[in-house]
């Protein structure tokens, strides 16, 4: 089975945040890399975010409500820096936005580097409402 990694915050989980989960699971097992209290310290509104714990429980309980269970569809694991898990051989692809398609190439040059095999990068769009593109960082503002 093919996996893929769908890494980020997810705090408030939005309508963007799930479009985002739910395109991964068209490519398979689903890596989610959740980023852990410290990598939130440095993000705008940084004292608005979610603790670890919370988010990772609205994932959670979204993916069920579409059928998902962890362990046989999906699995979340922590992210202290923006490599994550992805320099380990985990994942066939990486899902991302224009906001993480470097860090994506970055994690491939690194990936090169060690002589492991690149992840397939698939960059979707944001998604959008009346106000423009929906982003956490809007939404805590």
Excluded: Q
């Excluded at 040059?109 to 690149?118: P, S, V």
Aim: proline share 0%; no cysteine.
């Amino acid at each position: 089975m093919k996996k893929i990694i769908a890494s980020g915050t997810f705090d408030k989980l939005h309508e963007g945040h799930k479009f985002f989960l739910k395109t991964a699971f068209n490519y398979g097992y689903v890596l989610i890399g959740l980023t852990s209290n410290e990598l939130t310290k440095n993000k705008k509104y940084a004292g608005k975010i979610w603790e670890f714990k919370k988010r990772k429980i609205y994932i959670e309980k979204f993916l069920s409500s579409l059928g998902y269970e962890e362990g046989k569809d999906y699995e979340i694991l922590k992210i202290n820096d923006k490599y994550g898990f992805s320099l380990e051989e985990k994942a066939d692809y990486i899902l991302v936005t224009e906001e993480t398609y470097e860090n994506a190439r970055d994690i491939n040059r690194e990936k090169k580097k060690l002589g492991l095999k690149e992840l397939e990068i698939i960059k979707i769009d944001f998604i959008t409402d009346e106000e423009g593109r929906i982003s956490s960082t809007r939404l805590r503002s």
